[in-house]
């Protein structure tokens, strides 16, 4: 069964709630086992690089960037029934203007897609549920 709160926060990633969105998946993060624990924290650090941005803290969104991404980098195409390409290369993209002092603002915001259908119509990959 897919925990409702791993819906929960990638709706609030999706629209730039970070506070909340920080507070479902760290949640979800103390509880999670095994190999998606990784990809849920990077996920989660992403989430707070963006809350920092808006705090205007630069110098902690490009560190939590950079972790994320780093954490990440693990994982194939999919995790967690997420398309992780597409969000390490909006995060990427993200770290770039940040590592350059280029603003960051005509970019569009880090999204937690769902992963692509495999050939039989049906999701890549498990979402989560709290056991992975």
Request: proline letters at 7%; a negative charge.
């Amino acid at each position: 069964m897919v925990d409702p709160r791993f819906e929960q926060g990638v709706a609030l990633f999706n629209a730039g709630e970070w506070y909340a969105c920080h507070d479902v998946f760290e949640e979800l993060w103390h509880e999670c086992q095994g190999p998606s624990r990784k990809a849920l924290q990077g996920i989660l650090q992403i989430a707070v690089s963006q809350l920092h941005l808006q705090r205007g803290n630069l110098r902690g969104a490009t560190v939590l960037l950079g972790e994320g991404l780093g954490r990440l980098q693990a994982y194939g195409l999919v995790q967690l029934g997420l398309d992780l390409d597409h969000l390490r290369s909006a995060a990427q993209a993200w770290l770039q203007a940040l590592q350059q002092q280029r603003p960051v603002e005509t970019l569009p915001p880090p999204e937690l897609r769902p992963a692509p259908l495999s050939g039989d119509g049906g999701p890549s990959h498990a979402g989560y549920d709290g056991r992975q």
